[in-house]
């Protein structure tokens, strides 16, 4: 019986869930036979808790702590699934019986998260079971770096960390620059908010980042690594460190690995919550104890980075990659995905979508498959509208590129970009031009303030569109926004200001008709400008039921019983309750 | 920064010092330095960085520059049971920002500050990794998943009887 484990499945009970069914198993003196295992996110973070039975591979979803006594009386004991907690298939209709046939999990293919969900992550013998340790063990003990860093290059890994960077490359520069003391860093900073690819993998299988660090140290002779993280990941940091130790008493960390006579420890550093700080040159200043503001490349990392030293970063899902090619060859992942993009790609699917959560998909897959077959289409049955990939540097896509092959080129083409993998999917709801807003708000408290044209120039980009959402702008404002974002572009000093206008100007190109109505018409027809719209009741809907005075919380909604209610607009605060709480589809938006 | 000293406490101020020498007062651990401050007081008020700079040898204004700079970091002392709503992406498109104007309007207190009577206070935080529950709002450690604007109230009553 695996439980999922993951800070999701956490948040909904799935702790006390886990405790009950080991209570179960104990009292039913089904020790022997069952096995209840916390392991890491299956994915399927929608319906959590998850709990899946193996080998048959039954899946329930939405199981709640005092679910546990009938899945071991009736599944373990009996043999009988317990329906109620089966998956349903939100289109057919129809009951799943394992995860096998469900669209969410058919067109994935983990290699990243390959032991997420399958594995104790707290418990290093189940990863040397599921031939954790092994790539490094043939790389320490038979193999030359050069020909370890030969063998990423050929797979054709690049960088998951957003830059898309070949690993390859990489590592072939840090190696070829000689120091006394190099060191490996691993980069778990994770700041796209609505992301969580990086935390899921750490929470699910710490091992597989370990030992790819430890390959990675060892082509390039350095003997120290380094994991970043944010110091609000405290359950990926309790697993890291469990996962540290248990290496260290295996003697797969520390001196002579393995008797190959190469040293390797690692160490946890803590972030405090700032985006900026998951750039590379940032991130080094912070763990030297310093504001992380990044500096001018080059000089790069790989050659002057932590305490000046020659320093490697890589992101966590780049390292969950590493393990595999070395066992599978780099030949076999080479196969996978498109010309120039190698493998596969881990997004944390999000927003207006029905399968919220976190997939593994192969490079050349589309928009459309990742959204409609594995996403489960839009909400509520609504119309799609936009999906933005690349966190606060990416854009909004829309329904013309869902048959683009996601891969770092294809979505760079049409103006938005791979980046760490958070991808929000948004429907005829959402207002772009409040969208774009929000992220701007986001650049701009997390812009590190070191040059001009990123802490300027996005405190006005946002100013604009305040006033746009507000239905003060102009058609001069719009084309202000497109060359004011052009110049930030151009002249900021690092990622976050030579990315941050991208979901300005991706909205302005594809959107440009909704910037149009907000400033020309002063209207937003995705109702969500509160300056723009108006809350009014629909008389032939309205049966005076009164359930909307009543819940109104400045009271501006006044009528009789059984008489048609009216909405005092000069008291109104837009707070939407009306709307949410009316049975009738009496409250609308004009 | 606040006018009156605040009196720290004897042997939290030892219980930091010593934390300190744990990392062999070495200026390059000042954030893992304040993260165990901040344990201990809840909070960095300009008098706890005066006391790390004075560990670490460094500047008060370089403490200062790094606590302002990490969002992590505060230097106002958090409510009995501070609130935390996810603005994260994912929370954002389906409806954090009504839910967080409910909080606001009815504690009456903008994001960043408690209320007069120390109870609640209110922050914002960028995906805490449940996004399949969103919108997301945390209560200390407790998380609320789903949450509506009318939602607001329920919780809040949950927190009315203790004192
Ligand atoms: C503003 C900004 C934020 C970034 N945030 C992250 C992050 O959260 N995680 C990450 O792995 N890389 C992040 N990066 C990319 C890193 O600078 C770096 O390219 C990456 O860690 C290299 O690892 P990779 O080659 O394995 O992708 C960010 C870059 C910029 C400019
Ligand atoms: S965006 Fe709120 S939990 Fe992820």
Redesign the pocket.
């Known amino acids: 019986m695996l439980v999922c484990g993951g800070t999701g499945c956490h948040a909904s009970a799935g702790e006390l869930l886990f405790e009950n069914l080991k209570k179960e198993v104990q009292e039913n003196d089904l020790k022997d036979e069952v096995q209840v295992v916390a392991t890491g996110c299956f994915g399927f973070c929608e319906k959590g808790p998850i709990v899946k039975i193996i080998p048959d591979n039954t899946f329930y979803v939405q199981v709640k702590p005092e679910d546990a006594k009938e899945l071991v009386s009736e599944h373990a004991i009996k043999g009988r699934k317990v329906k109620r907690l089966l998956y349903t298939d939100p289109v057919k209709k129809e009951q799943i019986q394992d995860s096998k046939h469900m669209g969410f999990y058919k067109k994935q293919l983990r290699i990243a998260l390959r032991n997420c969900g399958m594995i104790d992550p707290e418990n290093i013998d189940e990863y040397l079971a599921a031939d954790g340790y092994e790539a490094m063990g043939r790389v320490l003990l038979e193999m030359k770096p050069e020909d370890a860093i030969q063998e990423v290059l050929d797979a054709g890994l690049?960088?998951?960390?957003?830059?898309?960077?070949p690993?390859g490359l990489?590592w072939q520069i840090a190696s070829k620059n000689h120091a006394d003391q190099k060191y490996v860093?691993c980069?778990?900073?994770?700041?796209?908010p609505g992301a969580f690819m990086?935390r899921s993998i750490l929470e699910g299988d710490p091992h597989t980042v370990l030992e790819a660090m430890v390959i990675n140290g060892f082509c390039i002779n350095a003997t120290k690594g380094l994991i970043y993280i944010r110091a609000e990941y405290p359950l990926a940091i309790k697993r890291l460190k469990i996962a540290i130790d248990q290496a260290r008493e295996y003697g797969l960390l520390g001196k002579d690995i393995l008797g190959s006579g190469f040293d390797f420890d690692v160490e946890i550093r803590y972030g405090a919550g700032a985006?900026?700080?998951?750039?590379?040159?940032?991130?080094i200043h912070s763990m030297e104890g310093e504001r992380c503001e990044?500096t001018f490349k080059p000089p790069f990392p790989a050659q002057s980075g932590y305490l000046g030293k020659p320093t490697n970063?890589?992101?966590?899902?780049?390292?969950a990659n590493i393990p595999v090619i070395f066992n599978k060859g780099a030949k076999w992942f080479a196969s996978i995905g498109t010309e120039k993009s190698k493998g596969t790609k881990v997004f944390a699917l999000a927003g207006k979508i029905n399968n919220v959560g976190l997939i593994e998909v192969p490079m050349g897959i589309t928009l459309r498959e990742v959204i409609f077959e594995i996403g489960g289409g839009i909400q509520g049955g609504k119309k799609f509208k936009a999906v933005q990939t690349g966190g606060?540097?990416g854009g909004c896509l829309t329904d013309e590129h869902l048959d683009t092959p996601i891969d770092f080129d294809n979505l760079l083409a049409v103006g938005s970009m791979m980046g760490?993998g958070g991808m929000i999917v948004m429907d005829e709801d959402d207002c772009m031009v409040a969208v774009s807003q929000f992220y701007l708000e986001f650049t701009v408290e997390?812009s590190c303030g070191k040059c001009s044209p990123c802490r300027i120039g996005n405190k006005r980009l946002y100013e604009l569109l305040g006033k746009i959402t507000k239905g003060q702008g102009t058609e001069d404002d719009l084309d202000n926004l497109r060359n004011l974002s052009d110049v930030i572009k151009d002249s900021s000093l690092?990622?976050?200001g030579?990315?941050s206008p991208n979901p300005v100007l991706s909205t302005l190109d594809n959107f440009y008709e909704e910037y149009l109505a907000h400033v020309n018409e002063q209207k937003c027809f995705a109702g969500q400008c509160k300056e723009l719209i108006r809350y009014e009741i629909i008389p032939e809907n309205c049966v005076g039921c009164t359930v909307c005075a009543r819940n109104c919380p400045v009271n501006c909604i006044s009528g009789e019983r059984k008489q048609v209610h009216t909405i005092d607009q000069s008291l109104c605060i837009k707070c939407n309750a009306c709307m949410e709480k009316c049975k009738f589809n009496a409250v609308t938006i004009i | 920064m606040t006018s009156v000293k605040l009196k720290l406490k004897d042997s939290d101020v030892q219980q930091l010092k010593e934390v300190a020498k744990s990392f062999n007062n070495q200026p390059g651990e000042l954030i893992n330095v304040l993260h165990k401050a901040q344990e201990i007081f809840g909070y960095l008020p300009a008098e706890v960085q005066e006391v790390v700079a004075n560990e670490l040898n460094v500047s008060v204004a370089k403490v200062y520059g790094v606590v302002t700079f990490y969002s992590f970091f505060t230097m106002l002392p958090k409510g009995r049971y501070p609130i935390s709503i996810c603005t994260g992406t994912a929370c954002y498109v389906r409806g954090a920002d009504k839910v967080l104007d409910e909080f606001k309007r009815l504690l009456k207190v903008p994001v960043g500050e408690t209320t007069e009577d120390g109870k609640f206070s209110i922050t914002c935080l960028r995906c805490v990794g449940a996004c399949g529950l969103a919108p997301v709002v945390m209560v200390g450690d407790k998380t609320y998943g789903r949450v509506t604007t009318d939602g607001v109230k329920e919780i809040l009553k949950e927190y009315e009887d203790e004192v």
Request: net charge negative; proline share 5%; hydrophobic share 25%.
């Open positions: 690049r960088g998951r960390g957003g830059g898309g960077f690993t990489k860093v980069n778990a900073d994770e700041g796209d990086d985006f900026v700080c998951g750039e590379e040159t940032a991130l990044p970063v890589n992101n966590v899902e780049t390292y606060p540097s760490s997390e690092c990622g976050l030579q990315t």
